[in-house]
């Protein structure tokens, strides 16, 4: 075994993804409510995993301190970005109940460079009273608004009808939409400027996303700390080749896309999505794919995360793989049996590395989503 269990990974990475230029879309800074918390030096460190001059778009969490008006956060995260030499670009969250204008203002003047609303976390629909005048300070300010949209949500096509008024506002449809996806595919395709994060446990959602909305509205996102920019960057990279993506491609979802609207422009023109709708399949890559992802989800079904949940799991996507006859898929599965080989030691080994078997778990699973097969 290698001493770096990520080493294949790392290599592929490292001929898909840009030299430079990369900018994490999604990720957290401070305290929540959950128990998990992030520093700006742990993010940092993350983010060089990746490269030395990756940036991050950041934010509080559902932090314990954010009455009033996430004032007390915002403030921190904003400190945090003026530290960072401009590798966090920092934006303010708001909650509709609490004079969220006035706290999207006062932001904005000390450094936002967007806002984030959390329509879950602060229970709120997009036919809230607040919203409109949201988007309007954002329409002014020519920043983005990023917006949960995973898991914990109902129909959000409240979301569209708002958004649909405010054709100059760039939004940013967090975990790949997957709380809607298909009502936001439909419903934002004249749209000039709603753009998707790649921040999805589920390859499959971000396989779906390529089919159903232009690739020049994917960006990279990892939402950091629940997930790690390596292991997000690869998804995103992994599924942009597979939807036939070239270098320049790939490098606008990686974080040529966000930066110019970052910047207050406007995305790169929209081309048609890359990926049909219905594509070829393998089953055992399917059946793989499927146990590891069943997997993925026992290891983080409960807090603290598990990794010797998902050893059943593996046991099935490793019985997958030693098919004698695997036909065009058989170089893949053996890769992805390499990996699950490495988690397993490392789960058995119980050193204190068991967590590296999660990445571990979840590249194998994207391999066996993205993987060719024409």
């Known amino acids: 075994m290698s001493n770096d269990p990520y080493a294949s990974l790392r290599e592929e990475l490292a001929q898909l993804a840009p030299r430079t230029g990369v900018i994490d879309a999604h990720t957290h800074l401070g305290a929540d409510e959950d128990g998990r918390s992030l520093d700006p030096g742990t993010l940092l460190t993350a983010l060089d995993e990746v490269d030395s001059t990756a940036r991050a778009v950041v934010f509080p969490f559902h932090d314990p301190e954010r009455h009033p008006a996430y004032r007390v956060p915002n403030d921190r995260v904003l400190e945090w970005a003026r530290d960072s030499d401009g590798r966090l670009i920092p934006y303010c969250r708001l909650n509709p109940e609490e004079d969220p204008v006035a706290e999207a203002e006062r932001c904005l003047a000390k450094g936002a460079r967007g806002i ?207 098919d004698p006859d695997p036909g065009v898929v058989g170089p893949a599965l053996a890769r992805i049996d390499d990996l699950l080989a490495t988690a397993e030691s490392l789960i058995a080994a119980q050193s204190g590395d068991e967590l590296l078997a999660i990445g571990l778990i979840h590249g194998a699973a994207t391999i066996a989503v993205t993987e060719p097969l024409e």
């Open 116 to 322: 984030k609303l959390h329509p879950r976390a602060q229970e709120f629909e997009f036919a809230h009273p607040a919203a409109p005048a949201i988007m309007e300070v954002a329409r002014d300010a020519r920043v983005p608004i990023l917006i949960h949209a995973g898991r914990g949500m109902r129909s959000m096509a409240s979301l569209v009808d708002l958004a649909l008024r405010f054709p100059e506002v760039p939004l940013v449809l967090a975990h790949a939409g997957i709380a809607d996806q298909a009502v936001f595919a439909t419903g934002f395709a004249g749209h000039p400027c709603v753009l998707y994060d790649t921040s999805c446990f589920g390859p499959q959602d971000v396989v779906e996303l390529f089919a159903r909305v232009p690739a020049e509205r994917i960006v990279f996102a990892s939402d950091v700390p629940y997930g790690r920019p390596p292991g997000a960057l690869f998804l995103a990279m992994r599924v942009a080749a597979y939807a036939g993506l070239d270098d320049g491609d790939r490098a606008l979802v990686a974080g040529g896309t966000m930066a110019a609207v970052l910047d207050g422009g406007a995305p790169p023109a929209a081309k048609p999505p890359r990926l049909p709708r219905v594509r070829p399949a393998s089953g055992s890559l399917t059946r793989a794919a499927a146990y590891l992802l069943m997997g993925f989800g026992a290891v983080i079904s409960a807090p603290p995360p598990m990794p010797s949940r998902a050893l059943p799991w593996i046991a099935l996507a490793r019985a997958v793989c030693r």
